[in-house]
């Protein structure tokens, strides 16, 4: 049973537009949450994150917003660029499982120029 | 630059021959990490190191070990790799298993079972 679901494998977006990832979680213990990108070749590298304390974290170009009520999170990306194309994890933390991280699929983001 | 390293890049191995995965980090972190991830799949935790002391995952197979010499070094042997074991393998590290502290990859290790 998957506990971290990213249901979009791919998103294409224009270069400029708004690029939206989608992450939903079953785990209401999940008390943290981060995003992840990841280039070909590479390992992923820490994006994002956000406290389930909080609804909304900003940083540059990336926000990411929770809905725990819908157990939802999605990383906005304003505008995209090229350079954003990579592949999005998103994972969440469990304080009562040691604090592990579980992670989603990933979605895979092209940013056409 | 401080950076979590793994050798080798790419590993062919027979199917049923021992291989070990080697990870390496410069950042003095307490806690190491190995994962396994297949191809559009989410990056599944086998065990992972809090300074010395080993904490496996219920569902990692028995064929999976690991060895922390150290704080900088931490190994992944496959005892009898089959070709189901095919896969990245990427080492992490933190300073502590959950908290705020986010988990720094190293870039994997793509492994093929002939």
Known sequence: DQQVKQNS????????????????????MFDYFLWYKKYPAE?????????????KNEDGRFTVFLNKSAKHLSLHIVPSQP?????????????????KSTFGDGTTLTVKP | DAMVIQ?????????????????????NHNV???????SSQAPK????YYDKDFNNEADTPDNFQSRRPNTSFCFLDIRSPG??????????????PGGTDTQYFGPGTRLTVL
Not at chain 1, 83 to 99: E, H, I, K, L, Q
Not at chain 2, 83 to 96: I, V
Request: proline share 5%; net charge positive; aromatic share 12%.
């Open chain 2, 7 to 27: 050798n080798p890049r790419y590993q062919v191995t027979q199917f049923g021959k021992p291989v070990t995965l080697s990870c390496s980090q410069t950042l």
């Open chain 2, 45 to 48: 935790l086998l065990f992972h």
């Open chain 1, 9 to 28: 494998p791919s998103l294409s977006v224009q270069e400029g537009r708004i690029s939206i990832l989608n992450c939903d979680y079953t785990n209401s």
């Open chain 2, 32 to 38: 190491m990490y190995w994962y396994q991830q297949k």
């Open chain 2, 83 to 96: 070709l189901g074991d095919a896969a990245m393998y990427l080492c992490a590290t933190s300073r502590s």
């Open chain 1, 83 to 99: 350079g954003d194309s990579a592949v999005y994890f998103c994972a969440a933390r469990d304080p009562t499982n040691a604090g």
């Open chain 1, 43 to 55: 390992g992923p590298t820490f994006l994002i994150s956000i406290s389930s304390i909080k609804d």
